[in-house]
Antibody
Framework: QVQLQQSGPRLVKPSETLSLSCSVS????????WSWIRQSAGKGLEWIGR???????IYNPSLTSRVTMSVDTSKNQLSLKLSSVTAADTAIYYC?????????????WGQGTLVTVS | DFQLTQSPSSLSASVGDRVTITCRAG??????LNWYQQKPGNAPNLLIY???TLQTGVPSRFSGSRSGTDFTLTISSLQPEDFATYFC?????????FGQGTKLEMK
């Protein structure tokens, strides 16, 4: 079974860049689609974007000007960067694996990282 | 963005009860509606995808159905471990969007 382990700073200053990683074990990162999702008290659950095995990446239009996702196949690792953060970006951030080729159903999730912008 | 409206926002029930949660899509999304359960401190857990397909390992007391743009999650006989928050989510198009959640509490 695929397991996802997240890492990254839990406190980010306003206007700086949030950076998170998600290490994948139990499967090849090249075989699946991957998403980042966040959850905040104010906005609930919000899909951030998705990376395909082909390398294609799509973002939520509400975040596209500030977000960068990448996939490092040599490390079997995903990454997320969100620039110019504000308090509104305070949330629990999750990485997740698609059940079936970009279908947008997520059976496997990372443990979540609470990132506070302050 | 596709809007999903979940109801009720909270629900009190007892062990053994039959519980129904509804999610209405603002536009047609075919069968592309999924249900998650979330317990405090944990990531969401996929219960049902494509409106009515039970995810592997999920107890059969959970079921999903669709009527047009209305989707329903049913728990046939509540167990103590089912008290949690439930979310619907559409995978018809990006950006994928979620309902606001239904908190299921013990009566």
């Amino acid at each position: 079974q695929v397991q996802l382990q997240q890492s990254g700073p839990r406190l980010v200053k306003p206007s700086e860049t949030l950076s998170l990683s998600c290490s994948v074990s139990g499967g090849s990162i090249s075989s699946h689609y991957w998403s980042w999702i966040r959850q905040s008290a104010g906005k609930g659950l919000e899909w951030i974007g998705r990376a395909a095995p082909s390398g294609d990446i799509i973002y939520n239009p509400s975040l596209t000007s500030r977000v960068t996702m990448s996939v490092d196949t040599s490390k079997n690792q995903l990454s997320l960067k969100l620039s110019s953060v504000t308090a509104a970006d305070t949330a629990i951030y999750y990485c997740a694996r698609d059940l079936r080729g970009g279908g947008g159903e997520w059976p496997d999730w990372g443990q979540g990282t609470l990132v506070t912008v302050s | 963005d596709f809007q999903l409206t979940q109801s009720p926002s909270s629900l009190s029930a007892s062990v053994g009860d039959r519980v129904t949660i509804t999610c209405r899509a603002g536009q047609a999304i075919n069968i592309y509606l999924n249900w998650y359960q979330q317990k405090p401190g944990n990531a969401p857990n996929l219960l049902i995808y494509a409106a009515s397909t039970l995810q592997t390992g999920v107890p059969s007391r959970f079921s999903g159905s669709r009527s047009g743009t209305d989707f329903t999650l049913t728990i046939s006989s509540l167990q103590p471990e089912d008290f949690a928050t439930y979310f619907c989510q559409q995978s018809y198009t990006t950006p994928h969007t979620f309902g606001q959640g239904t908190k299921l509490e013990m009566k």
